[in-house]
């Protein structure tokens, strides 16, 4: 399994603004701290911010906040919102599969339990698991408050 971007950026959003509690985050200083383009950016904090795990603020003083706190965001949430509209074969898209063995083939069985066995393992992970006490993801996520002003 490969995991997009897009979820790859959700939870590098939401580990940030879990480091940053309590702080309105810049999508430009975030962009830097996490390695992304703000194009990506965007429409990734659009998404969070949809599904209601981040609040964002327009404006002059705008930016994003974490809406839930670490400890109610499973990761296994996050996963299955963001990848779970993908199929992750062929045969799991009934519309576009070409597969000529879909009729008969128990492989996609064991796909389909695999996969569901990957979101219920990351489904007792919080944010809080991925934050608290991680001092070196502290240090490259933490935005300085004088940065902010």
Known sequence: ?????????????LMACAVNRGAVLRK???AASINASEAHLAVVINQLSRLGFITTLRGRNGGLSLRLAPEDISVGKVFRLFEGGLPLAECFARAANTCPLSSCCRLNTSIARA????????????????VAGNAGLSRLLLVDAADLA
Not at 1 to 13: C, E, F, H, P, S
Not at 115 to 130: I, K, M, P
């Open 1 to 13: 399994m490969r995991l997009t971007t897009k979820t790859n950026l959700a939870m590098r959003v």
């Open 115 to 130: 996969l569901e066995a990957f979101f219920r393992e990351l489904d007792g992970v919080t944010l809080a698991d991925l």
């Open 28 to 30: 430009h200083e975030l």
